[in-house]
C-alpha cells in the first residue's frame, strides 16, 4: 500500500520548509519543547523530509527517523545524507529498534492519522529508556470547528471519527484525512500506556511570522491548530 504523502511528497516538503504552520509555529514549538538535545538519542518518528531531525542534529542530538512513505523519507536522505540513519516504517508496526534505546521520541503532526494510538504508545514506551520523553504535536481537536464553521453540520467534539481535508501545498492540491479526538481521548490513550503528562501546550506562532504572513498569523494567534504534549515514560 502506498501511504498518501508519496503522492504529494515534493510539494509537502517544499511547503513544509517556509510554511507558517511548520517553519513559523509546529516546528519551532516542538523544538523548545525539546529543549537542550545535546548528546540526547532522538527517535523522529513520521519524520517525514526530516526538517525536525536536522534541526534536532544541527543542536547535537544522535537522531534516527523513520517515515511510513519511501517518497518522504528519500526527501529526508536527500538532506540528511547517506549516513542518517532513516528507515521506511508504520506506526502500526512493531518499531524496528531495540528496547529501551531512545531518551526522546518526537512524532510531529503523526499521530491523529491514527484510530487506535495504543499499540504505537506501547511501541515508543518500549524504545525509550525509563523516564524519556514522548513529545508529540497534533490537530489541536478544536481545529475542525475552525475548518468547518461555516459548512455542513456542526462537528460533535466528543466523537472520533474522520474528516478530510483539502489543502493547497506549494502550489499542488493534497488531501489529507485525519482521525478527530476530544482531548480527553488523547490523555487517556497517554496515561493508559504509562506515560505522565508533564506538559500540555498551545504555542503561538513565533512573533516574526506576523510580517511575513499578515491575516493568516492572526487567525492563528488567536485560534490554535495544533496540541502539544509531552510525556514522560513511567
Ligand atoms: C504532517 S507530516 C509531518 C512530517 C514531519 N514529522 C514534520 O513535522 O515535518 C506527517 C508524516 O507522517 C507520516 N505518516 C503518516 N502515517 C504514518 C504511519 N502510520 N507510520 C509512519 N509514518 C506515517 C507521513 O508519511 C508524513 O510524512
Known amino acids: ?42 527517535l523522529d518518528a513520521g519524520c517525514g523530509s526530516g526538517p525536525l531531525f ?23 536522505k536527500a538532506r540528511l545524507g547517506a549516513d542518517a540513519d532513516l528507515r521506511v516504517a508504520d506506526l ?24 487506535d494510538w495504543d499499540p504505537v504508545l506501547a511501541e515508543f514506551r518500549r524504545v ?12 489541536h481537536p478544536m481545529m475542525i470547528n475552525l475548518t468547518h464553521r461555516h459548512e455542513g453540520p456542526r462537528p460533535d467534539y466528543f466523537e472520533q471519527y474522520t474528516w478530510t481535508d483539502e489543502f493547497e501545498l506549494h502550489g ?4 489529507m484525512t485525519f482521525w478527530n479526538k476530544p482531548l480527553h ?30 491575516g493568516d498569523f492572526e487567525i492563528l494567534d488567536t485560534f490554535p491548530s495544533f496540541l502539544f504534549f509531552v510525556l514522560e515514560a513511567g
Do not use: C, W
Not at 542534529?57 to 528519500?74: E, H, I, N, P, T
Not at 499542488?172 to 488531501?175: D, L
Not at 500506556?193 to 508533564?198: L, N, P, T, V
Open 185 to 214: 481521548a488523547m490523555t487517556d490513550a497517554f496515561t493508559a500506556a504509562g506515560f505522565r503528562i508533564a506538559v500540555v501546550s498551545e504555542p503561538h506562532p513565533v512573533p516574526e511570522a506576523q510580517e511575513l504572513f499578515p
Open 128 to 139: 525509550l529508556k525509563p523516564g524519556g520523553r514522548l513529545i508529540a504535536s497534533v490537530n
Open 1 to 42: 500500500m502506498t501511504a498518501a504523502y508519496d503522492d504529494f511528497a515534493g510539494a509537502y516538503t517544499a511547503e513544509n520548509e517556509t510554511s507558517l504552520m511548520n517553519a513559523y509555529y509546529e516546528r519551532p514549538a516542538t523544538l523548545a519543547l525539546v529543549g537542550d538535545a545535546a548528546g540526547r538519542r532522538i
Open 92 to 115: 502500526t508496526d512493531p518499531l524496528p529498534y531495540p528496547d529501551a534505546e531512545f531518551d526522546d521520541v518526537v512524532a510531529s503532526l503523526v499521530l491523529h492519522y491514527l484510530r
Open 54 to 76: 536536522a534541526a534536532l542534529r544541527d543542536k547535537g542530538a544522535v537522531v534516527s527517523g523513520f517515515d511510513q512513505s519511501a517518497a518522504m523519507v528519500a526527501h529526508a
Open 172 to 175: 499542488e492540491k493534497a488531501r
